[in-house]
């Protein structure tokens, strides 16, 4: 899985899910913050990012996530993550992440808590 | 009339106007400059995602409709449009070292008065100064640390800026520039920050992963992430072949476009070539030689796909290198790769260091599980094999018997039994199966299926049918010789090519007192005739073990036999496997045949259980405090 990377997008009435798989790198992660601004851009502030597939992220993936918070705070948007391994989520919260978005064990709660 | 002080007032008025337009624009740019202040402020780390407010900003104050704000990567030496009115996409725009210095001198470049030295720069961005129709540039920096520039379009209403306008713009470029130099050092400190958490966090977890497959799956990937690599490489050692192995490649396509994709092997303990021959497998191996980390420049070879490569070696606990853990390309924001530093290496140099505990915690969890698992199979083997020797002989009129099976060491595979056959006659067999554990058990219930089913089916029965009909003793020979040629083909089938038996088999008469033998390979048994002498049974007509060769290379090689020998009164035979011959004493000396014949005389004329026992007891003698590993077997038959 982590071989190969992709981005899946699951648009509702007043939410988006975006859906990685693969190393979240800066390869990854530019076609992730693309969508995202798209979506953005496209009247989205409710946001749900699904890293269930992606097990592995670097800096730049990281950094990558910050951006996006970033933009949506600005458009008091919110952003919930889902399917964080238990690093994963240590890492949010280290990196203050999980300050400014949510982090909910699955898709279904994260959608229900934007 | 014309009121005379209409030119003076109409004078004053203006200059009244533009004193006030001034100063609203003045009250307006510090509004923005404010707002400027809090954009930085804002807790907003990303620069590229804050450059649009501040080129606003820029161009609001300063009454520009056009322009852009360009950042500077060192690493990349280029510069990045990062927010232009109009909005458009740009490429990145080279800079050299010698061009960055030069701009470093200018507080302002007028498109007009451009310097020699900067010409060709210049002439490098004419497609976003044609675009934005750049008139000025402000080189951003803090210090003597270049951090990019600000480009102006035409200014409204007016060839140049006022002075009081450069000073602002020279205000907005400094606070600019601060915000560049503010977003670097958080995405520095961020990274820093990730980089350390990753490397507490990442020890003890893969410490945890007992499968040495995934604790080197976890190694390759923590690696990687760690040093912001987009490709990662475990090998480990065989010192007993002083070589490198590849175990894990991260992507899994690593290797695929070298010749080496299917199990990359890299011999070490041989010096490096000097450069320019030092190929990337030569790096590696110097960094097992050394033990010191290496570094491959990327396109050295197509080995790695070309990548930039950085590998460190593994310590293990002793201190021996375990193998080398290898990233390949660092990335940089933007997809450009860029040089691992001496930062980097530490970094996965300290990683390494914990990846080697957790690979030889792995490996020694994988081992400890195989010993409890060999110990259970062993248990196993050794029920089994004690089911296949039988608890008590049975009573042959005219003939005294005693058996004695004693295992040492690990399970071994030997065997005896004494078989009554339908029509009086007695099957004694005595087998040693190659190897260890339950597929030599499994080896020997095989064998003596195969003899029982045999003995008992027909062939040796049926001439031995022939043989009390007719006294044919050439068909009993013939029939033991297929017999022999059906175990082997059975062994033969149900075994590998390491796995066979010693087998030797008799055939009693106890009317006759005819014993007819078939060896297989197996130690010659002893026949101690009452008047002392001796002779090797088979050992003149000894085929191969059963199972190591198909029967047609059987016969091309040593075919089975059969011979008989008239047993009388007081003659002893000992069947026994090497475990007897080859037992050592504490001066390495074996007790070899010449000892087992004069023990054998020695006792010829007690019972056979008082023979078995001498026999044991001398063997054991001779043993002494020396460790034995190798199964002790013994059948003796004695005519009464």
């Known amino acids: 899985m982590l071989n190969k990377f992709d981005i899946q997008i699951r648009e509702a009435r007043e939410h988006a899910v975006i859906e990685t798989s693969g190393y979240l790198n800066d390869a990854l992660g530019e076609q992730l913050a693309e969508k995202a601004q798209e979506l953005i851009q496209g009247g989205y502030t409710q946001l749900v990012i699904n890293l269930e597939q992606t097990t592995l992220i ?41 300050k400014y978005a949510g982090i909910f064990p699955d898709e279904e709660s994260a959608i229900a808590n934007l | 009339m014309k009121d005379p002080r209409k030119p003076i007032l109409e004078g004053n008025l203006q200059t009244q106007n533009t004193a006030e337009q ?32 501040y080129l606003r900003i820029t161009l609001g104050t300063l009454q520009v409709t056009r322009g852009a704000i360009l950042r500077y990567h060192p690493t990349r030496q280029n510069l990045e449009v990062v927010a232009s009115a109009p909005d458009e996409v ?119 992963l007992l499968q040495p497959e995934a604790a080197a799956e ?84 197509t080995l790695f796909g070309g990548k930039d490569l950085m590998a460190v070696p593994i310590p293990g606990r002793d201190g021996d290198v375990l193998g080398i853990l290898i990233v390949g390309d660092k990335e940089e924001r933007g997809g450009s790769i860029t040089p691992f530093t001496d930062e980097d290496v530490i970094l996965l140099d300290s990683f390494a260091k914990q990846a080697g505990v957790a690979i030889e915690n792995a490996h020694l969890h994988q081992e400890a599980l195989e010993a409890r698992q060999l110990q259970a199979e062993m248990e196993e083997a050794r029920k089994i094999q004690v089911n296949l020797i039988p608890d008590t002989l049975p009573d042959i009129p005219g003939y005294e018997i005693a058996g004695h ?9 030997d065997y005896y039994d004494c078989i009554a056959l339908p029509t009086g006659r007695w099957g004694l067999a005595i087998a040693d199966v190659s190897g260890k554990g339950m597929q030599a058990a499994l080896l020997m219930a095989t064998l003596r299926a195969g003899l029982i089913s045999e003995l008992t089916r027909g062939g040796a029965t049926a001439a031995e049918n022939r043989e009390q009909s007719n006294l044919d003793s050439a068909a009993l020979y013939a029939e033991l010789t297929e017999m022999a040629l059906i175990l082997n083909s059975l062994l033969y089938a149900s075994g590998t090519e390491e796995k066979y038996a010693t087998f030797f088999y008799s055939h009693l008469n106890p009317e006759t007192d005819i014993l007819t033998t078939l060896n297989a390979g197996h130690n010659p048994p002893l026949l101690v005739k009452s008047d002392g002498t001796s002779k090797w049974l088979g050992e003149e007509v000894g085929g191969i073990p059963l199972g190591m ?28 496997t090497d475990g007897v011959t080859e037992t050592v ?56």
């Not at chain 2, 075919?559 to 008989?564: P, Q, S, T």
């Open chain 1, 58 to 98: 670097n800096s730049i993936g990281i950094s990558i996530l910050i951006e996006i918070i970033e933009a949506l705070t600005e458009r008091e948007g919110t952003l919930n993550f889902c399917g964080l391994s238990a690093t994963q989520e240590r890492t949010f919260r280290m990196m203050a992440i999980a």
């Open chain 2, 22 to 53: 001034t100063m609203e624009r003045l009250i307006f740019s510090l509004s923005e400059l404010e707002h400027l202040g809090q954009t930085l402020i804002s807790g907003h780390s990303n620069f590229n995602h804050s450059s649009k407010t």
């Open chain 2, 90 to 208: 740009f490429f990145p725009l080279t800079v050299e070292p010698d061009e960055v210095a030069n701009l470093l001198q200018h507080p302002f470049i007028e498109r007009t008065a451009i310097p020699e030295s900067l010409e060709q720069f210049f002439a490098r961005s004419a497609k976003l100064v044609e675009t934005i129709d750049i008139h000025l540039w402000v080189p951003l920096k803090i210090q003597d640390e270049f951090l990019g520039m600000i480009g102006l379009g035409k200014f409204l209403g007016r060839e140049t800026l006022e002075a009081w306008e450069m000073e602002l713009l020279t205000t907005l470029a400094h606070q600019i520039s601060i915000a560049i130099a503010y977003s670097q050092m958080v995405e520095g400190i961020q990274s820093e920050k990730f980089r350390l958490f990753m490397l507490a966090e990442s020890a003890p977890q893969i410490c945890q």
């Open chain 2, 218 to 301: 976890q190694v390759v990937h923590q690696a990687v992430s760690l040093l912001d690599a987009n490709a990662g490489a475990l090998m480990l050692t065989r010192p007993e072949l002083q070589q490198l192995e590849m175990h894990y490649t991260f992507p899994e396509t690593l290797l695929e476009d070298s010749e080496e994709h299917n199990g990359l092997v890299i011999p070490y303990g041989e010096e490096a070539p000097a450069p320019p021959e030092v190929t990337s497998a030569d790096v590696l191996k110097s960094v097992v030689n050394e033990g010191i980390p290496g570094h491959c420049p990327s396109k050295s070879d």
């Open chain 2, 405 to 413: 099976y004693e295992p040492r060491g690990p399970v071994g595979g």
């Open chain 2, 549 to 576: 060769f198909p029967n047609d290379m059987v016969s091309n090689i040593a075919e089975y036999e059969a011979e008989h020998v008239q047993l009388t009164s007081g003659d002893v035979v000992v069947y026994y």
């Open chain 2, 585 to 640: 004493n504490v001066e390495d000396e074996y007790y070899e045949e010449e000892r087992l014949v004069e023990a054998s005389k020695a006792c010829k004329d007690s019972d056979a259980e008082a023979i078995r026992k001498y026999l044991y007891d001398s063997v054991m003698g001779f043993q002494g405090e020396a460790d034995q590993f190798d199964d002790l077997t013994l059948l003796i038959l004695r005519k009464q």
